[in-house]
Structures are given as structure tokens and as C-alpha cells.
């Protein structure tokens, strides 16, 4: 299997552009789930999927972040205006099942805000 | 606000030694995870503990669920320059949300 494929690697963008990340899970994970990573906060989850339905979105910092996830195979994130404070490693990461299954993460997307 | 604090936050040792990382919580997990993130790369699973009490052997690594599943250790034998990096603990809760410690950098000196 592929693994979770996300894009961008890494993307520099300016203050007040929208960034939009995207996440390709493991095929036939029906969990999907957004996290960001700080020198500060550490991996913090910001949302996650079950069936492609947003399940809990109480990580997403604030408006500018929205989610979605189309289908059983694709889902973005997007931040629009992006802001310096956004800057971040974002994983994305799937599962198959409940609690205490593994959790395949991907390789991350570093945006850098400037 | 369950959270999770690791300690220490770093350890530079030598080749051949021993080492515990602690992960400690005042609040109760269903399932305890632990991950070791590379630079560049995602976390990856090493060991998910569900019972309390709960010992595991991963060859060199073993790791331990507390009695009361609020707390973990991770105890590697004669560490390699291989085991170096980012350890991450994540405690489950019934809403299958993971809560991740702030980690434990390892450094492995040859």
C-alpha cells in the first residue's frame, strides 16, 4: 500500500493567501483525521472524518480553517486568510476502525507563512 | 482538559545505555498509545496498550500501562543510534480522539 499521500511537501506562502492542503488516505480507512504540529503545542488534532462526515471539528482553530471531504479518498484543508501564526507542520492521517487502531500518518505538509 | 506531559523532554546518551521515558496524566485512557517520529516523516506506531497494568516487549523497547491507565513508561536496553528521535505518547478515549504528549526528543550518540 501507497501510505497516506499528502500535498504540498512544503509551501511558502504570504500573509492573507489561502492555502489549501490535500490528503489522500489508505484505501479502505474510513477514519481521517487533520493534525498540526508546533515547536509550541506539539500534534494537536484539528478535525476528523468517519465515513467521510466530519465527526469533531472542536480542534479547528478559528473560521479561517474549514475541512472537507468529499469522498472515501480525498480531503483538503484549507486555510484562507492564511497568517504567520499558521505556520506548521499539518498531518494528515487514517484508520480502519475504533479506538485503539493504528494510525497511519503521512509525511506532513510544512507551510511556512510569511 | 485531559492532557499529556512526557519527561524529559531530552535525553542525549551513549550507545549501549538505558533509558525510561515517563508519560503521566490525571486523567484515565481507555488505550495508550505510543509513536517515534523521524525528522521529516510522520509518527509511526509502536505499541498500543489497553489494559491496565499492561507490559509490552517490542525487542529492545518495552513498555507499560499504569494500574490506573493515567500513566505510561517506555524503558529502551541498550539504546542504538537507530532509536534516536521524536517519542510521542497518545492516550484514547471512548470518543476515539487521541490526545498526544508533548514528546521526548532522543539523541543516541555512537
Known amino acids: 500500500d501507497a501510505g497516506v499521500i499528502q500535498s504540498p511537501r512544503h509551501e511558502v506562502t504570504e500573509m492573507g493567501q489561502e492555502v489549501t492542503l490535500r490528503c489522500k488516505p489508505i484505501s479502505g480507512h474510513d477514519y481521517l483525521f487533520w493534525y498540526r504540529q508546533t515547536m509550541m503545542r506539539g500534534l494537536e488534532l484539528l478535525i476528523y472524518f468517519n465515513n467521510n462526515v466530519p465527526i469533531d471539528d472542536s480542534g479547528m482553530p478559528e473560521d479561517r480553517f474549514s475541512a472537507k471531504m468529499p469522498n472515501a479518498s480525498f480531503s483538503t484543508l484549507k486555510i484562507q486568510p492564511s497568517e504567520p501564526r499558521d505556520s506548521a507542520v499539518y498531518f494528515c492521517?487514517?484508520?480502519?476502525?475504533?479506538?485503539?487502531?493504528?494510525?497511519?500518518f503521512g509525511e506532513g505538509s510544512w507551510l511556512t507563512v510569511v | 482538559t485531559q492532557l499529556l506531559e512526557q519527561s524529559p523532554q531530552f535525553l542525549s546518551i551513549q550507545e549501549g545505555e538505558n533509558l525510561t521515558v515517563y508519560c503521566n496524566s490525571s486523567s484515565v485512557f481507555s488505550s495508550l498509545q505510543w509513536y517515534r517520529q523521524e525528522p521529516g516523516e510522520g509518527p509511526v506506531l509502536l505499541v498500543t496498550v489497553v489494559t491496565g497494568g499492561e507490559v509490552k516487549k517490542l525487542k529492545r523497547l518495552t513498555f507499560q500501562f499504569g494500574d490506573a491507565r493515567k500513566d505510561s513508561s517506555l524503558h529502551i536496553t541498550a539504546a542504538q543510534p537507530g532509536d534516536t528521535g521524536l517519542y510521542l505518547c497518545a492516550g484514547g478515549d471512548s470518543s476515539y480522539k487521541l490526545i498526544f504528549g508533548s514528546g521526548t526528543r532522543l539523541l543516541v550518540r555512537p
Open positions: 492521517a487514517s484508520s480502519q476502525g475504533m479506538s485503539g487502531n493504528t494510525i497511519y
